[in-house]
């Protein structure tokens, strides 16, 4: 069965409800099979699947240029997601800043249409909010792309509610995406309403918790050399027992269901942006076919009252921030 679809946004592109995330394919998340990625794409298209996430920082590069061949083989089926906004230093891996001017944008644009060989990206993301350039001048930069023709559609991530309404004053925004999880509640406070208010579809992102909530790691130690959540702040340390504490509850849930830990936490994603009244469209990500028929038959899991209550005071027991620094994300600025 192919998945049901959503409309981004006002005016945005109809895609399938669940998306792929593509960036553990390029870095972050352990050894990477490219065959087995490549396949995955055209397994998830073939599943209904059409929002493909990709970002600019994504190995630097690497992802955009990764996918690029299976966007051109498929571009009338693919929604093409991209990102600008964090930059990166050769000599220095651990550094991230963040640019919003409006000349980074226009070169960050250029490059990423460059490394994808496409003429057009259908939904373009600032990545990070730099609270220094003023917000209109960010997106009526981005505005100017949509009039060139580089870009279809606009997007935001990590943006508080009141920088939602800022910049969709200034052009309608298509798709917020920002992380929401059974783990993860914070853009409920500001973030969710103001989307809902405005008719933005929300793109959560890391939907299973970096991998966590499937119970198929407990600690830090568990990941391999060089993964990026070996320093995450809720995997490693005395939090990484009490929050695998937590997963225990899904777990069961999922037994009691036939289902999986992965396909609870995106049955709930889908059921909370019900209560909010908005169009969701979580974008898990993973690297394997063999994920992929699992993570999109959570579209017909239905969980029950009971189960829901059981799922809701999860977030509030989380041990450690979802960043090590917060002031990376839009609850840092709430
Ligand atoms: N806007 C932002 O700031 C931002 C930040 C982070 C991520 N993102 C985007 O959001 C996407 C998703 O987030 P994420 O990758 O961080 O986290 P996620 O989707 O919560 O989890 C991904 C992890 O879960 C594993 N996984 C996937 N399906 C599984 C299943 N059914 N059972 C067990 N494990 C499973 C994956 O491993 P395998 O690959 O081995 O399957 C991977 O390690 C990313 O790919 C990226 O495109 C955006």
Known sequence: MSLPTAVLGSNGPTVGIQGLGCMGMSEFYGPTDTAEALATLDAALDLGV???????????????????PFVRANRDKVVLATKFAIERRADDPAYRGVRNDPAYIRSA????????????????????????????????????????GKVRHLGLSEVTGDE??????????????????????????????????????FVPYSPLGRGFLTGSFA???????????????????????????????????AA???????????????????????????????RKRSRLAENTAAASLRLTAEELAELEPIAGQVAGTRYADMSFTSAGRE
């Open 50 to 68: 059409t929002l493909f996430d990709t970002a600019d920082v994504y190995g630097s590069g690497h992802n955009e240029e990764l996918i690029g």
């Open 109 to 148: 644009v250029d490059a990423s249409l460059r490394r994808l060989g496409v003429d057009v990206i259908d939904l373009y993301y600032m990545h990070r909010r730099d609270p220094a350039v003023p917000l209109a001048d960010s997106v009526g930069a981005m505005a100017e792309l949509v009039q060139a």
């Open 164 to 201: 939602l309404r800022e910049a969709y004053a200034v052009h309608p925004i298509a798709a917020l995406q920002s992380e929401w999880s059974i783990f993860s509640r914070d853009v409920e406070r500001t973030a969710v309403p103001a989307a809902a208010e405005l008719g933005v579809a």
């Open 219 to 253: 600690a830090a130690e568990e990941l391999t050399e060089g993964d990026y959540r070996r320093n995450h702040p809720q995997f490693s340390g005395a939090n990484a027992a009490e929050n695998a504490a937590l997963v225990a509850p899904i777990q069961k849930i």
């Open 256 to 286: 009691g269901r036939g289902a999986t830990a992965a396909q609870v936490a995106l049955a709930w994603v889908q059921q909370r942006a019900e209560v909010h009244g908005l169009t969701v469209v979580p974008i898990p990500g993973t």
